[in-house]
C-alpha cells in the first residue's frame, strides 16, 4: 500500500449509497411530520449526523488493512455472541423486545453487529475450504450461522435472525459449495419448521405470520399495520401525492413509518415512478457491489464482499416485502434509508468493507497471487 | 472459487426485485385508484346541522307540536386540562349521583384513549341553568361544550293526540328507502296521526358540511356546504277549544270518539279519541311504562276510534232508511205505524225500546221508534237502503288526510253468501234499519253522513290540513228531493226540541241544534254504547259533532252532554260575542285561513 495516493474510490457503490441517505433524509423529514402539534420533529436532522458520523467511519476504514479483520474474525464473532448473551440480560425493552443496550446517548443494538460479525466469521472459515465440497463441510458454517440466531430469536427479532439465512446459504454457494448440499439443509430446515413453530415461535411471532396471511383478521390489532401500510403504498398511485403530502404519512395513520415502514412513505408521496426509481437505485448498488465481488481475486475479501451484498439485498426484500404483502411484518430496516443510527452503522460498516476491499486490491496481479 | 455463481446470486436478487416491482405496479397503478378513494374519505370529516321539524298550529294559530332545543353537555378529552376538577364541577351543576358519575368518568377516560375521538356526549336533555352556567363560566368548563338538539314539544300534552301523532323510528324494513330521501340511521319520523301524514311538508331538512384536513398545515378546511333548511309550519282546522271542550266534557274513564266537522267544508274541528295519552311521554327517551302502556293495554288507547275502528250504528243509521224510503217513493211524511212495543216478522219478535203508540215519520225519528222503522225498512227494500248507506259514505273510507283510516262495514247479500253460506233474509234488513247486524261504522263516516244532511247533499271529505284541501267541485253531490231532507231535518230538530225528544238535552239557548240519538246493542251483554250525532245552527248549518262513548247506555244522556259542550263552545266562539268575533276576524285575516265562509254563515 502506498499511503500518499488518493484512495480509488468505486463512485457507483458509493454514489448509489449516498443518492439513498439522500432519499432517506428527505422522506424521513416528510415522515416527521406531527399533526397534533402542527411541526416537524427532528429525525431528519439527526439522520443527517447519523450519515455524517457513518461516512467519517468510512473514511477511516477504506484505508484500514482489511485482512486483520481476518484474524480477529473469530473474536469479533465472539465478541458479537457475548453482547447477544449480555443483551439478554441487561437489555433495554422496546415495544416487549429486549434488542437494545443502553450506552447513555446512544442504544447499541447487538443483532446488528452481529451481522457483520458473522459475515466475517464465515468468510474466515469459507476462505480455506473453497474446493471442499463435502456435505460435513457445511456443518461450521451452518453452526456459525446457527448459534446466534438462538440469543437473537430470544430477544424476539425474527426479522434480524431471518437475514442470516441467506447471508450464509449465499456465501456457502460462493465458497463452491453444492447446490445439491445446500438444497438439502434447506429441505431439513423445511421439515424441521414444524416443531420450531409449534416450540420454538412466540405467539406474537406466530401472529404475525398468520396476520400476514390474512390481515383482516384482526384489521385493528395486528393487521392494522399491514392494511395502513398497503393503503399508503396503493394510495400512491402512479404519480404520488405530491412530496410532504402523503395523508396516510401526515395524519400520522402509518405507525413506525420513518424507521421501518419508510418506504410506504416514499411510495405514497412519489407513486410508482418514485417506488421504481428507488429499485433502480439498490439494483444499481447491487451490480456496483457485485461487480466489486467479481473484480476481488482474494478468497476472504471476496466472500466478505458478497456476504454485504446478500445483508443489503435481503433486508430490502424483507422491507419492502413487509409494506406490500409479500412477507410477515418483521423490525427490519431499508438500508441507508431507515431512520436510526445502528441499522445506518451497520450499513456503513458494511459499505466500508466493500469499499476497503475494493481499494486494497492489487488488479494487476494474477489470481493466483494468494 | 466460481465467478458465475456471484452472478448467479445477483440474477436471484435482481428476480426478487422483480417481483416486487410486479407487486408494486399491481398495487400502485391497478388499484391505485381504490386505494386513493379509500385514503381520500379518511382525511373528510362530514358535520352535520339538524334542522327544526315544522311546528303543527291548531286554526287559530297556537302551537299543538313544535321544536323545543335541547342541550346535551359534550366533552373533548383531548382538548381538556385538569379533567377531574371538570368532570367534578359539572357532577356538582347537573346533579349527577356517584353512579353517573363513575359512569362518565369510565367514558371519559376510554375515549381519551381514541386518538380519532373527537367529543363525547357526557349529559344529555340538561336545564337552562346548565347550559347557561357553562356558557358563562367557559373558562372553569376547559373541553366543555355545550350542544344545541332538537326535540319534539307537545304544549297541549294529550290533547288531540291521536289527530296529531307522535314520532316514531324509520321502521328497519324500509330504512333503505328513508336513507336515500335524506334521513340518518336513528332518525325520527312521523309514526302516527298529522306528523305521519304532512311528513314531508313537517319535516326539517339537515344542513352539513365537508371539512378536508389540508395536509400542509393540518387544519381542517371546508370543501362542500349545505344550509339546513327548517321543516314548514303546518296550520290544521283543529279548534284548540272545541278539541278541549269535547275532551273535557266526555265521561272519565270510557272509550269512545267525538268527531266535530265544518259542513260546509269538511274542515275537521275536533277529533278526539279516548282513551288518550299524552304526547310528551313518547318523546325519546321513552319511559318503559308508557310504551306497555301504549301497546299492551287492553283499553287499546294508540287507536283512533274516530276512525280506526267500526261500531255498531244504532239508531244513528235511521236517518238513512227514512232517506231510502222517502226518495223509494215506499215512505211518506205522512205514514204512520202503530208501536206496541214490538214487531213480530215470521216466528222472530223484535223490540222497540218503548210503546210509542201511532207515530208518524217525524215523530218516529224524534223517539227513535224501532217497530216504525222496521216497517219502514222492509217497505224500503233491502236494496234501496244498502244503496243508500253506500252513497251516504258507509262501507268505504271517507279519504280523511291521515293514516290508517278503517272504512267500517257494509254488510251486502253478496258478502253474506260468501261468508255466511246463506242468503238475505229481511231479518237481516230489520236488523239493519236500526243500524244493528253487521253493519259498522266509523263516528267520521257518521260525520259525514250527518253534513251532508246539513249542506243539503254534499258528501264532504274531511280533512286537518288545510294543505289536504279538497277543491269543492270534487264532492260527491246525493241528489235526493229537497222534500225528503226537509221531512228528516224536521224529526231532527224534534229530536231536541220538543217534549219527549231523546236529544233534549242538547237545547242550547240561541243555538239550535238538530241531531239523532243512538243507543246501540254491543253485543255480548255489554252495555250499549251511546251515540250522538248533529247539527247546528239549524237553519243555516255549520257545524256538526258526532260523538260515541263505548258500553256506557242511553245516547241522548251519555253522549248528547258531550256533543253540546261542543256545540256550546262553538257558539260562545263564533256567535254569542260580536266582538270576539270582531277579533277572530282581524287574527283570521292576518292569517289568512279561509274562515270567511264561516263568518258569512253566520
Redesign the interface.
Known sequence: MKGKRSPRVDWLILGTALALCLVGVIFIASAS?R?RE?SYASFGRQQLIFIAVGMGFLLFMIRFPYLILARFAFVFYAGGLGLLAAVLVIGKRIYGARRWIDLGPVNLQPSELMKIALILALARWLMFR?ERRRMKDLVVPLALMFVPMLPILKQPDLGTAMTFVPIAF?MM????ARLRHLGMVALIGVLAFVPVWSLGLKEYQKDRVRTFVNPDRDPLGKGYQTIQS?????????AGRGM?????N??N?LPERHTDFIFAVI?EET??WG??AL?IL??LL??GI?LA??RTHE?FG?LVV?GV??LF?SQ??VN??MT?R?MPVTGLTLPFVSYGGSSLVTSFCGLALVMAVQEQQEPELSRNAY | MHKPRIGLILTLIALMLGVIEMRLFYLQGICGWHYRRVSEERIRRRLTTDAPRGAILDRDGRELARDDYAFDISFFPHKAIRTPEVLARLAHVIGWNAEDRERVEAAVEREAADEDRESLIVASNVGFNVMAEVETHAELYPGVVVKERSVRRYPFGALAAHAIGYMAKIPASREKEYLEQGYFRGDMIGGTGIERACEERLRGRRGGKVLVIDMMDGLRKVDREVAPVAGEPLRLTLDADLQRAAEGSFPEGRGGAVVALDVRTGEILVLASRPAFNLNDLVPPVKRGVADFLNRDPSAPALNRAMGDGYPAGSIFKIVVAFAGLEGNRLGEGTTHTCAGSFRHGNREFKCNNVHGTVDLVDAIKVSCNVYFYQAGLAAGKDDLLTWAERFGFGRKTGVDLPWEKPGFLPTPAWKKAARKEGWFEGDTINISIGQGNLLVTPLQVARMMAAVANGGTLITPFLANEHRPAPATLPKLSFNIRSLEVVRKGLWKVVHETGGTGSVLRIDGFDVAGKTGTAQAGGNRPDHAWFAGYGPYESPEICVVAVVEHSGHGGVIAGPVAKAVFETYYKKYHENTKEEENTKKKDDAVGVAASARRTGA
Not at chain 1, 398497503?230 to 402512479?238: D, E, F, N, T
Not at chain 1, 410532504?244 to 396516510?248: A, D, N, S, W
Open positions: 411530520w399533526v402542527a473453497e449465499g454457494y460462493v465458497a463452491g398497503l393503503l399508503s403504498v396503493g394510495s400512491g398511485g402512479i410532504f403530502k402523503g395523508t396516510q401526515r395524519l395513520l411510495a407513486g410508482l417506488t421504481t429499485l439498490y439494483i447491487f451490480v457485485a465481488a467479481l478468497p471476496r458478497t451484498l446478500i439485498a430490502v426484500f419492502i416485502g406490500i409479500l
